[in-house]
């Protein structure tokens, strides 16, 4: 499974000049008194062992960058079976615990530990991810599924925790407490890298078709575009990763 990240704040000439992916901490030190829930997100490159099914809201990147699935064999970090910033960024989603911070039941604290719990070493995520796959799914081809309602796509059979399945997604969304829930994120596997990510370790860079030529240009990779007329974005970007990872996965 290859790596996802949508430099989401960047046009492409510029995320074409970076030469890698670095984390915040990185290019700007994070000061003393920064939270256990911004250092976990913080001081690592997140990315999708999965779709790239980045936030739309104040999204302007252009470009999916998708990195060769044996990076993880020289890299340190960790994985978990769905996205820590649903949990631990100030305004959480992640149900039924982002129902708990609201209530002032859970800290963020708290949450960085529930992550901290779920998650593997990146170098043993592979078995984990495998035995995920078929415990959740009866078809595991399901998990790159991408449509145009994010909470019902890929939605597994089970899940582990099973309140992700019970909480988040159609069944979130219609509950009765009117609180937002996450969607496609639940389950979609995150790996956060604590060290950078180099372009020479990308596969794949996705751009609309007309930005074709720049990204040949920009990227040390095999360029593939969204149909002809569809402006690059976080959903147009979204919706084509899960047949591109089929191709790329195949």
């Known amino acids: 499974m290859p790596f996802v990240h949508y430099p989401a704040d960047?046009?492409?000439?510029?995320?074409?000049?970076?030469?890698?992916?670095?984390?915040?901490?990185?290019?700007?030190?994070?000061?003393?008194?920064?939270?256990?829930?911004?250092?976990?997100?913080g001081e690592c490159v997140c990315t999708y062992a999965g779709p790239c099914c980045y936030?739309?809201?104040?999204?302007?990147?252009?470009?999916?960058?998708?990195?060769?699935?044996?990076?993880?064999?020289?890299?340190?970090?960790?994985?978990?079976?769905?996205?820590?910033?649903?949990?631990?960024?100030?305004?959480?989603?992640?149900?039924?615990?982002?129902?708990?911070?609201?209530?002032?039941?859970?800290?963020?604290?708290?949450?960085?530990?529930?992550?901290?719990?779920?998650s593997v070493r990146l170098h043993a995520w592979r078995r984990r991810f495998q035995r995920w796959l078929e415990h959740c799914y009866h078809d595991p081809t399901r998990y790159l599924e991408t449509t145009d309602d994010p909470w019902a796509a890929g939605l597994p059979e089970h899940t582990q925790p099973e309140a992700l399945r019970m909480h988040n997604g159609p069944s979130g969304r219609a509950g009765p407490n009117g609180l937002p829930c996450a969607d496609r994120r639940a389950w979609t596997w995150e790996a956060r890298f604590a060290d950078a990510l180099e372009y020479e370790h990308l596969q794949c860079a996705h751009v609309a078709a007309d930005?074709?030529?720049?990204?040949?240009?920009?990227?040390?990779?095999?360029?593939?575009?969204?149909?002809?007329?569809?402006?690059?974005g976080a959903k147009a970007l979204y919706l084509q990763s899960g047949p591109l990872l089929g191709e790329l996965t195949a």
């Open 55 to 118: 936030a739309p809201k104040r999204a302007v990147g252009v470009v999916a960058l998708y990195f060769r699935p044996e990076v993880d064999r020289s890299k340190s970090g960790s994985a978990s079976p769905f996205d820590s910033g649903a949990l631990t960024e100030p305004d959480p989603c992640l149900q039924p615990w982002a129902a708990r911070v609201h209530n002032g039941e859970m800290t963020l604290d708290e949450c960085v530990r529930f992550v901290e719990r779920r």
């Open 211 to 232: 930005s074709l030529e720049d990204a040949i240009d920009a990227f040390p990779c095999q360029v593939r575009t969204l149909p002809p007329g569809v402006p690059a």
């Open 10 to 41: 960047a046009a492409l000439d510029e995320a074409g000049k970076w030469a890698a992916l670095t984390s915040r901490h990185a290019r700007q030190p994070l000061p003393p008194s920064a939270t256990r829930a911004e250092r976990l997100r």
